[in-house]
């Protein structure tokens, strides 16, 4: 059982091969993808330039767009998946500082360790004043928690983003326990090392990305006097703003979180304002709601609209795979409109309630838990099955009028989307995964429980 005991370490070398892998499984898909993306927005219009809206961090006095650029989903080749395209990302990076965004969100662990360098060079053919970049110490495995190590995964940020300070520095993902806090960054010396780089100006800005449990927020928080961040990058959408709890036993809602950051006037960067696409991917029957109430606008402006509203907010990250993308979300910020107060209540009231009542897995697809070291695509399960729960098509049971016609779907559908190889029946509960996801899943068990309710599909063929 050697693989049941493998690193955090082994974990980070793995993410490359195995985000390969899963894009390679989904070449054949990607045509089909992007002619989705290019017929959902096929009446969408230009953005105006000159238009972007701006927050003043009332620290430092930048003036940071709106929108920020979440460099973690960047697009690949057609010709080959397992390559980003330089090109499409230095294009979509020209396009976006045209159209006012200025605040490009990085790690050394995205896009197979392949993220920072791709957003150096999109980014240095442009005017250093002309934009703000944020990466982030992304020392998770415990051999990277010694001083030298963490002080290299800094140094190298900045040989891969080619510049010689950084905007927004991050701890990241802070959140499992203090434990790992003081390991991570205390008892080796690391904050005094990283306030230091601060003060010699190679830091324009100390902060933090929380993902974990209410106690280590408000630990975390209470030393603002003793490191004074100058910013906390958290979840905020008007899923999470009342139900993170409710959702998943343990997370914190965003509208706790706010509020916190609030009182000491520490600046909130957002992340995950559609929850990986939760919030676009809704049954048919809450689009065409969200439609009605305004025609002209996509169903992911209103989470985006959303997220902007709250004058707390410095900026709000998206990754935009497509140009598509960028466009929209360019759309929703040139200018903002900011949400009414019947608007904010709607969402966070009727909407998020219904999508609560769905009983959804909350995956947002962000690949933190990924490579599986048994080869399984957790977040393609958990996202081909949420699809077909939100569009009816989940087979209910034997009694069930369309229940052949819907097995039949689901199972060849789930083929199509899943390799067989990388499939639920793969998994033998290690729960290497779990300390690793976000949202808490407790994804050792949900494989069991999709595990089951396919081979239930399998032997009950009649």
């Avoid at 139900?243 to 992340?271: C, T, W």
Wanted: glycine letters at 6%; hydrophobic letters at 30%; charged letters at 25%.
């Amino acid at each position: 059982m050697e693989k049941k005991n493998i690193s955090r370490r082994s974990f980070l070398k793995m993410l490359g091969a195995g985000t390969l892998a899963t894009t390679a499984t989904l070449v054949g898909c990607k045509d089909k993808k992007k002619e989705a993306v290019a017929d959902e927005y096929k009446n969408q219009v230009e953005p105006p330039v000159g238009k972007m809206t701006f927050r003043t961090n009332p620290l430092t006095g930048d003036k940071v767009s709106l929108l920020g650029y979440g460099m973690m989903r960047l697009p690949t080749k057609v010709d080959n998946s397992d390559e980003f395209d330089q090109d499409m990302i230095n294009k979509q990076v020209d396009y976006a500082i045209e159209h006012g965004l200025n605040y490009f969100d990085t790690s050394p662990v995205y896009c197979q360790g392949k993220s920072e360098r791709c957003t150096g060079i999109a980014l240095s053919r442009h005017k250093r004043s002309e934009y703000f970049v944020a990466t982030k110490l992304s020392n998770f495995n415990r051999d990277f928690w010694s001083r030298e190590k963490s002080i290299e995964m800094y140094h190298n940020s900045l040989k891969e983003l080619q510049v010689d300070y950084i905007d927004y520095y991050l701890l990241h993902a802070v959140g499992g326990s203090m434990e790992e806090f003081n390991g991570r960054y205390v008892d080796n010396g690391i904050m005094e090392f990283l306030m230091a780089e601060r003060q010699a100006g190679r830091i324009r800005n100390l902060g933090f990305s929380f993902h974990g449990r209410k106690s280590i927020f408000d630990e975390v928080l209470s030393r603002h006097e003793q490191y004074h961040w100058d910013f906390c990058q958290i979840e905020l959408n008007y899923l999470d703003w009342d139900f993170a709890n409710e959702i998943n036993s343990g997370n914190v809602d965003a509208s706790y979180l706010y509020d916190e950051l609030q009182k000491r006037n520490i600046p909130a960067v957002i992340m995950e304002p559609l929850l990986g696409g939760r919030l676009v991917n809704l049954p048919q029957y809450l689009m065409m709601e969200l439609k009605q109430k305004a025609p002209s606008r996509s169903v992911a402006s209103w989470a985006f609209r959303y997220a902007g509203t709250p004058k707390g907010v410095l900026t709000v990250l998206s990754g935009m795979t497509y140009m598509e993308h960028l466009k929209d979300n360019l759309l929703s910020y040139s200018p903002l409109q900011p949400l009414t107060e019947k608007e904010m209540n709607y969402l966070h009231g009727e909407i998020a309630r219904k999508i609560v009542g769905l009983e959804n897995i909350p995956c947002n697809d962000c690949k933190y838990c990924m490579p599986c070291p048994y080869g399984i695509d957790i977040p393609a399960v958990f996202v081909h099955y949420n699809k077909c729960k939100n569009e009816g098509s989940l087979p209910m049971g034997s009694g069930d009028p369309e229940y052949r016609k819907q097995r039949r779907q689901y199972l060849i559908s789930l083929d199509r989307a899943v390799p067989r190889d990388r499939q639920p029946d793969h998994c033998i509960q290690c729960g290497q995964c779990e300390p690793h996801c976000p949202q808490g899943i407790r994804i050792p068990r949900e494989l069991a429980k999709i595990d089951q309710m396919i081979e239930e599909m399998k032997q009950n063929n009649s």
